[in-house]
T-cell receptor, first 110, second 113 residues
């Protein structure tokens, strides 16, 4: 059945490096994907809406130059955290529609 | 979009029914009620949704009041694995709608032995 996968499931990186997180739709095509961020003991916060073949739509307060989103195909959206800092450490989750969410990617920036 | 209000936490004994309330008094006629849960360190899991009628699936039942201003998610026989944060979201459009969802703070359900 339809599944959303994320890779990697967790990543540790040094401050100042960039990290790419992949979100894939398996067995279906997704023209739209959503990226969320979740800090410990908090709810999910929508970061941006990823649209295949066009620019992502970012929520207010989310830096588009820091969180680069690319949705180059109908089955893959990527989120790149550029020049990551410790405050970017979080749980990043993608979803394809209202019923399908990825398992999440835990990012730790040292 | 209609705002939802949920209790921050609830307890339930294993094997008993867990009844999780959600208030959405400003819901409009074309808004659906969605329920999700998030087990610790995992992505959210869709549970059920409804518009007007009560709904049931293999995971849970959704009871929506006649005036649609509140709803209850029922887990008929809670197990320890049902311990999670449960989110009630009200939104225009059906389940395959690609408009964004906004998560509130949810209810932390603790199932105890």
């Amino acid at each position: 059945g339809a599944v959303v996968s994320q890779h990697p499931s967790w990543v540790i990186c040094k401050s100042g490096t960039s990290v790419k997180i992949e979100c894939r739709s398996l067995d279906f095509q997704a023209t739209t994907m959503f990226w969320y961020r979740q800090f410990p003991k908090q709810s999910l916060m929508l970061m941006a809406t990823s649209n295949e073949g066009s620019k992502a739509t970012y929520e207010q307060g989310v830096e588009k130059d820091k969180f680069l989103i690319n949705h180059a195909s109908l089955t893959l959206s990527t989120l790149t955290v550029t020049s990551a800092h410790p405050e970017d450490s979080s749980f990043y989750i993608c979803s394809a529609d209202r019923t399908l969410f990825g398992p999440g990617t835990r990012l730790l920036v040292l | 979009d209609a705002k939802t209000t949920q209790p921050p936490s609830m307890d339930c004994a294993e094997g008993r029914a867990a009844n999780l309330p959600c208030n959405h008094s400003t819901i409009s006629g074309n808004e659906y009620v969605y329920w999700y849960r998030q087990i610790h360190s995992q992505g959210p899991q869709y549970i059920i949704h409804g518009l007007k009628n009560n709904e049931t699936n293999e995971m849970a039942s959704l009871i929506i009041t006649e005036d649609r201003k509140s709803s209850t998610l029922i887990l008929p026989h809670a197990t320890l694995r049902d311990t999670a944060v449960y989110y009630c979201i009200v939104r225009v459009g059906g389940p395959y709608n690609t408009d964004k969802l906004i998560f509130g703070t949810g209810t932390r359900l603790q199932v105890f032995p």
